[in-house]
Structures are given as structure tokens and as C-alpha cells.
């Protein structure tokens, strides 16, 4: 194919954008099946991220579980980031990158949740052992192996999320699996550690950050990359959620749990999908990222027949007189009105990859675009290029450079402060030999909640781990470890299979775990004499869409579910009428069951009472009927006669009533 000639020739940016994709073979997830994945070479791990319900810090005093306002803080500390020589005389590649970004780290601090520790200015407490016995006792869930001995280590975070630059972790248990519908999936470790900050913005040369999380007890569960489909990686996640939430012992809410997905096909290499806030936005994200992956490789092949001596190719980068501009495009506008740098720079041998697909929405110029928002500091918008889509930027391009210098080459414009614009044009040219010599750059990588992906960083190296001076080993003794395991609760295909054999429909299933709620229908159905099913329907459906429509930060705990049951088997109610109480129940927490029992309009009636009515309704039906249909006096006397059988005889009863006086009549 020849791509960047044909641009030449006519075809526009657009019709070059639906060639390339049809050229990386590009399907949606919905048509995607398992030997679509299986012809890329899918792969797929997890690092899940866990916060554990304790009542301080891991490594000092101060309280968890305290969050802050973005506008709530007691000072301003800040910090920057710089690359220091490893004992193997190597920088890490992450802190070279964040060097070049010259970025202002602001850590806002609250007294109330962060000391000197955190900044630190004084060494780590002891270990959190509330926390210690909750990573144990999850790890004995998983089935992993225990470690004799507790060795922390610092891994090293160069971002700024950690004021330190490094974290404090901990291997707990090794070698475990999970059993998924595809087959079983092995675990690697799981590992204690600390929480970073939480960032506020990141504008510029300026990054601000809360440090309420900073320090918080988590648990990091890793797995090997054994999914080979985006579903089985968004199973996996939920296996573990489930797991988690199971204990009893770790936080819940926006934030408490958060995932990183490692993608790779063949011939491409990891890249590490960052902070997965949903697991519902996983298989469409890792869908993505493979073929993107497969997209840096069709045209690292395509560079490969252009570019035979790719140590000879150069950018080579020309000034933009500003003041002779034509253009009425308000990026260019403000950086002339700054008097800022712009610069084109001549990408040889790149015509048609700048428009050249990688992910639903985004082209290869993307690639660059991301890179020069975190590395160069250039805010979006940030360049402009010879292929640009919109006809607005396609003006606003030949308004600032007439041509490439040659039909084969690409040209890229930027603007913005003098430093960053000369940080800017190593950013490009960088970018471009990775496509030539590797194709998929190892990155971390930020999700979108429209399942593509943005640069966030370059991925760390394999040396970033090493032992904690500051902290002595730890044995885990036996006994721990025997007190830990006590009383575990159920495994979770335990309780899918106990789920199974009550009969309880499937769809149910997620909300259930997800809620903890499984051992509170064996309670109820045991206690209260009533069919688990209806139990389990009755949360799985219909507490389901109470919360959905009234909002889950209700103050309802599910205890009060038994209370509600209780109460209803004290008044010897029938259980139908349970969707109205539980409905009503929810939606004021804090209303005494009496009161929400007139709320739904309940009246005690005897069931000899509601048959005396049946033969008058069964007159007056007949003195109204339209209907042939010799079901329709039934259905209609039934309707007439529920409010009164709620909760004072079975619905089933009710209409065999009905029919048996029907029969005499």
C-alpha cells in the first residue's frame, strides 16, 4: 500500500484514516470473537488495587479514611522531581522523562490527616498490623502461599504522587489462582503497600496534589497476563472485587479499589493501562489497546521500507515568522499575541502515518500530541499537522507552513514558551524513532471512559524495587497466620454455586457479591422459613432498582433487610408483600416498620373476609364485561382483590379462591 503517495494524489486525510484502519483489520468489541484475539496474540494481566478498612496510616499514626475538599488544606509544600544515579550507575528512564518536564509538584496538607512522615521529613512508624492481619487473611482467601518473613521495599514513584519519589511495599503471599468460565488464572503475588496522593490538576508546569490518601493501608493482587480476551480480564477483576469485598475488611466508594490492565499482542510489548476506574470500562479499553498496538506495528513495517538506515533520518525543525501570519486560528492567535516560539518540524518519510489509524477517534499524531501535553508541558491544543481531519485545522496549517519540503514527508507545527517548544521538538523526534525501532513503546497509559487511552508516562524499569533501609524484616509467625485464617468466609465460587443451588436467577448474581449479600439470604431464608430464591430475587431485583432509582448513599445497611424480615414474620405477613415494605423501608431509613407498614397501605383482613367479597365482584364483573375471554373475570378480581391479600395471604391462594368460587357459580 502506498500511503502518504496516494495523499498526494487526491485522497484526503479522511479517506486515509478509513484505509488505514481497514489496513490494521480494526473491528468493534461487538464483532470481535475469540479468534480475533487469539490471531492477534492477546494478553492480558491485572494489578488490583485495594484500600483496607483500617483506622490509621500504614507506616504512622495519622487517620485513614479522612478526605479532604480540593480547596481544604493547612499549607503548601513543593517539590521537584530529580533523576539520581542507581547503585548500577543507570538512570530510570521515568525519572529522565520527568526531568525534561521541569514540573512544579504542590502537595496540599491538611494537619488532620498527614505529619512528617508523609513529607518525609522523619522515618516510618512501625507497620500497621491491623492492616498486616487484613492482608493476611485476604491472601489466605486467594489460597496464596504466606511469606516467613516481611520485607519492605521502597518501588520507586517518580510522578510526584509520592513525596518521597518512592513507595513503601511489602510481598504477603505468592502463587495462587482463580477459577474463571475460561479456565483458571494464576496469581502472581499480593503485596501490602501504601496509597499515593490524590491529584487535584496537572496544568502546565504545575501539578497539585491532596495528601488525605497519602499513606493509606492497600493491598495490590497481581496476576499473570493468562486472560486472552477482554472478558475474561473484566471477570478476573470482579473475581477479586468480589473476593475483596467478601472480607469485610477493605473500603468501598469512588476510589477505594482501582485497577491497572497490562495489554500486549505479539510482536508488541506491555503497556499498562493506569487507574481503570470502572471494571465495565475494562473490556473495551484492553479491546482497543490491542489493536492500537497492532496499529504502531503495521506502521513501524511500513517505516521499515521507507527508513532502511533509520540512524541517518533526522527531524529537522524551522522557524514560523509569527508576525507575518495569515490566520485566523486562536491557538496561533494567543501564542503570537505571547510572543511565543512557533516551529515546524519536517518529518522525512512520515506523509500518510500522521492520519494513519490506532484507535477508534485518535490517529498516530495523537501519539505525539499526548507525549508533548506530559513531556513539553504544551497544553492541548498543542500542534498542528500536515494531515489534519477538520477542515478549520487543515487551514490553519497552510496558513503557517505552504508544504513539506518533499511529497514522502510530514510536517508537524508547535508553539509555545522557547523552552518547552526545543523540549517539544525532542519529544517528536523521539516519538518517531520509537515507531521505527520498536513500534509499541512500553508506557503507562490513562483510560478514557470512551475506551481509548491517552500517555501518561513512560513505563518504569525493571529495577525500581529495592530494600527499605529505614524498616527491619518482619517475621509472619505460624500463629498469625492460624489466627488470621479463622472463620474465612466462603470462597467466591462457593458462593456462586450456593447461588446455583438455591436456584436464584444468574442476573442477580454481580449485584449480590458485589454487595456481600449472599450469607444474608441464608440467614433470612434459615430464620424466617421462607424459599431463598425469593430472598435472593428480592435483593437482586428489586433492592437493585430501589437503589438505582433513589441513589445508594442511602443510610441503609442490610441488616435492617433482617430487621425488615423479622419484623414481617413477627406480624405473620405474607411475604408478598415484602417489595412494598422493602421499597418504602429504603427510602426512609430511619421510619419505624409500623409506619412503614401503613405507608404501603396494609389493613389486617382474614382471608374469610376476602372470599366473602369474591362472589360479589364476581357479580359486578359480569354486569361490566367487554371481554370474551373467559380468563378476563379472574385477572380482574384478582386486581381488585390484591391490595387486600398483600400481606395477608399467599397470591397463589388468592386466586385458587378465586377460581374454586368462580367453579360454584
Known amino acids: ?56 496510616k500504614l507506616f504512622c499514626r495519622c487517620p485513614a479514611g479522612r478526605y479532604q475538599g480540593p480547596a481544604e ?10 533523576p539520581t544515579l542507581s547503585e548500577m550507575g543507570e538512570y530510570d528512564g521515568t525519572a529522565l522523562m520527568e526531568r525534561k518536564t521541569k514540573k512544579n509538584i504542590i502537595y496540599r496538607i491538611k494537619n488532620e490527616t498527614a505529619c512528617t512522615y508523609e513529607v518525609d521529613d522523619t522515618p516510618p512508624f512501625p507497620i500497621n498490623r491491623e492492616a498486616l492481619g487484613i492482608a493476611v487473611r485476604i491472601a489466605l482467601m486467594l489460597k496464596l502461599n504466606i511469606v516467613g518473613e516481611l520485607h519492605i521495599t521502597r518501588k520507586q ?42 491529584e ?31 472478558d475474561a480480564v473484566a471477570e478476573a477483576a470482579h473475581y477479586l472485587r468480589f473476593l475483596n469485598r467478601s472480607s469485610g475488611l477493605v473500603r468501598t466508594g469512588i476510589g477505594a479499589a482501582r485497577e491497572d ?32 498496538q497492532k496499529a504502531l506495528l503495521t506502521i513501524k513495517s511500513i517505516l521499515a521500507e521507507r527508513i532502511p538506515k533509520p540512524d541517518a533520518w533526522n527531524v529537522a525543525a524551522s522557524e514560523v515568522d509569527a508576525s507575518g501570519l495569515k490566520t485566523d486560528y486562536a491557538p496561533i492567535l494567543h501564542a503570537r499575541q505571547l510572543g511565543q516560539r512557533i516551529v515546524a518540524v519536517t518529518l522525512p518519510k512520515f506523509a500518510g502515518l500522521m492520519s494513519f489509524f490506532t484507535q477508534p477517534g485518535h490517529i498516530f499524531a495523537d501519539e505525539l500530541a499526548g507525549r508533548l501535553k506530559v513531556i513539553a508541558c504544551l497544553e492541548r491544543p498543542n500542534m498542528l499537522h500536515s494531515e489534519e481531519l477538520e477542515p478549520a485545522e487543515r487551514a490553519a496549517f497552510a496558513d503557517c507552513v505552504s508544504s513539506a519540503s518533499s511529497s514522502d514527508d510530514a510536517v508537524v507545527i508547535v508553539w509555545g514558551p522557547p523552552e518547552d517548544v526545543t523540549t517539544a521538538i525532542e519529544t517528536i523526534e523521539e516519538r518517531c524513532r520509537m515507531a521505527m525501532a520498536m513500534g509499541v513503546p512500553n508506557e503507562t497509559r490513562k483510560s478514557l471512559p470512551d475506551g481509548t487511552t491517552i500517555f501518561e508516562r513512560v513505563l518504569p524499569g ?58 444474608l439470604i441464608g440467614r433470612i431464608a434459615a430464620d424466617f422459613k421462607c424459599r431463598p430464591r425469593f430472598v435472593g430475587t428480592l435483593l437482586g431485583h428489586t433492592l437493585k432498582h430501589v437503589e438505582g432509582k433513589f441513589g445508594a448513599a442511602q443510610k441503609f445497611e442490610p441488616e435492617r433487610i433482617y430487621e425488615l424480615f423479622a419484623f414481617a414474620a413477627g406480624r405473620k405477613l405474607d411475604w408478598a408483600i415484602m417489595p412494598g415494605l422493602l421499597t418504602t423501608a429504603y427510602q426512609f431509613p430511619a421510619m419505624p416498620f409500623e409506619s412503614v407498614l401503613t405507608a404501603v397501605g396494609y389493613t389486617p383482613i382474614s382471608a374469610e373476609r376476602i372470599a366473602e367479597r369474591v362472589a360479589t365482584l364476581q357479580e359486578e364483573f359480569e354486569r361490566i364485561r367487554t371481554s370474551p375471554d373467559p380468563g378476563a373475570r379472574a ?31
Open 1 to 56: 500500500m502506498a500511503i502518504g503517495r496516494d495523499m498526494q494524489q487526491g485522497m484526503t486525510p479522511g479517506d486515509n484514516l478509513k484505509r488505514t484502519r481497514e489496513l490494521v483489520g480494526y473491528v468493534p468489541r461487538s464483532l470481535a470473537t475469540q479468534q480475533t484475539y487469539q490471531a492477534l496474540g492477546f494478553k492480558s494481566g491485572l494489578e488490583i488495587h485495594q484500600q483496607l478498612l483500617t483506622k490509621a
Open 73 to 82: 488544606y493547612d499549607a503548601e509544600l513543593v517539590r521537584h522531581m530529580r
Open 157 to 198: 514513584y517518580l510522578d510526584g504522587s509520592i513525596p518521597t519519589g518512592f513507595q513503601r511495599t511489602a510481598i504477603v503471599g505468592i502463587e495462587g489462582t482463580i477459577p474463571l468460565t475460561t479456565g483458571p488464572v494464576r496469581i502472581i503475588q499480593l503485596s501490602i503497600e501504601e496509597d499515593a496522593c490524590r
Open 200 to 230: 487535584v490538576s496537572d496544568s502546565g508546569h504545575w501539578r497539585i496534589y491532596r495528601t488525605d490518601r497519602l499513606g493509606m493501608p492497600l493491598i495490590e493482587t497481581v496476576t499473570y497476563p493468562d486472560m486472552k480476551t477482554p
Open 261 to 292: 490492565v497490562n495489554v500486549s499482542i505479539t510482536g508488541g510489548t506491555r503497556v499498562e493501562i493506569k487507574g481503570v476506574a470502572h471494571i465495565r470500562w475494562i473490556p473495551e479499553l484492553v479491546h482497543n489497546e490491542a489493536f492500537r
Open 462 to 519: 525493571p529495577d525500581r524495587m529495592y530494600p527499605d533501609t529505614d524498616s527491619a524484616p518482619i517475621p509472619i509467625e505460624q500463629d498469625v497466620v492460624d489466627a488470621c485464617g479463622l472463620d474465612l468466609p466462603a470462597s467466591v465460587e462457593d458462593q456462586m454455586a450456593q447461588l446455583g443451588e438455591w436456584r436464584i436467577p444468574r442476573d442477580t448474581y454481580h449485584y449480590l457479591l458485589k454487595r456481600r449479600l449472599v450469607e
Open 635 to 665: 385477572r380482574w378480581i384478582m386486581g381488585q382483590l390484591r391490595p387486600d391479600a398483600l400481606g395477608n395471604m399467599p397470591l397463589p391462594a388468592l386466586r385458587s379462591m378465586i377460581e374454586s368460587v368462580a367453579a360454584h357459580v
